[in-house]
């Protein structure tokens, strides 16, 4: 199985800009669909972002013209660019590996790392 591990989380105002980065125990070259998640108190678990082995992409609504997802196979690291966040933006974000198709659930998941946006 994948070990993920997450970082890059924080305290930002709303408005601000983090990078969240999950780094992987292996080569992501294998792995086609990389995505991030998050998970906000008494909420389920949603998708934000995925993107496949050949680049595609796809975004949450309340994310998209904010958020970019990239992944780079030679460090074995997906990337989280997360701009212009609101208080909303709160939660745990989680990286998900998919062997396959992006579908759920995910083959394996970080840790989480935390995301806090004040107003």
């Known amino acids: 199985q994948v070990r993920l591990v997450e970082s890059g989380g924080g305290l930002v105002q709303a408005g601000g800009s983090l990078r969240l980065s999950c780094a992987a125990s292996?080569?992501?070259?294998?792995?086609?669909?990389m995505g991030w998640y998050r998970q906000a108190p008494g909420k389920q678990r949603e998708l934000v972002a995925a993107i496949t082995r050949g680049g595609s992409t796809n975004y949450a609504d309340a994310v998209k013209g904010r958020f970019t997802i990239s992944r780079d196979n030679a460090k074995n690291t997906v990337y989280l660019q997360m701009n212009n966040l609101k208080p909303e933006d709160t939660a745990v974000y989680y990286c998900?590996?998919?062997?396959?198709?992006?579908?759920?659930?995910?083959?394996?998941w970080g840790q989480g790392t935390q995301v806090t946006v004040s107003s």
């Open positions: 292996v080569s992501i070259f294998s792995i086609n669909c």
């Open positions: 998900a590996a998919t062997a396959s198709i992006c579908s759920w659930p995910p083959n394996s």
